[in-house]
Nanobody
Framework: QLEDSGGGLVQAGASLRLSCAASERTFSSYSIGWFRQAPGKEREFVGFIGWRAINTNFADSVKDRFTISRDNDKNTAYLQMNRLSPEDTAIYYC????????????????WGQGPQVTVSS
């Protein structure tokens, strides 16, 4: 079970941090991916962090502005979003995949409920 939180309404240029908390005691064995879906668009990859937090990967549209971290002691991963723009407005989902990180949402078998992030211009 994943519970993501931290969405809201912010102005362009602001920062926001989303959290993804897991109830699984084996959280440290899962890679965490973040995806987003804007109205009328397909769900798209944002970034992932591997299970050992050694590797991260981001979509080109966010790689210079977003970071992902994790605290395995707290069973929580974080998506730090900086210099937000209206184009970042979407529902953001975290997802977990056993060990292997992936850019493909079809590879993930557990999903959070998706907090809304709205960026006003």
């Amino acid at each position: 079970q994943l519970e993501d939180s931290g969405g809201g309404l912010v102005q362009a240029g602001a920062s926001l941090r989303l959290s993804c908390a897991a109830s699984e005691r084996t959280f440290s064995s899962y890679s965490i991916g973040w995806f987003r879906q804007a109205p009328g668009k397909e769900r798209e990859f944002v970034g992932f962090i591997g299970w050992r937090a050694i590797n991260t990967n981001f979509a080109d549209s966010v790689k210079d502005r977003f970071t992902i971290s994790r605290d395995n002691d707290k069973n929580t991963a974080y998506l730090q979003m900086n210099r937000l723009s209206p184009e970042d407005t979407a529902i953001y989902y975290c997802a977990a995949n056993y060990y292997r990180p992936s850019r493909d949402p079809g590879d993930y078998d557990s999903w959070g409920q998706g907090p809304q992030v709205t960026v006003s211009s």
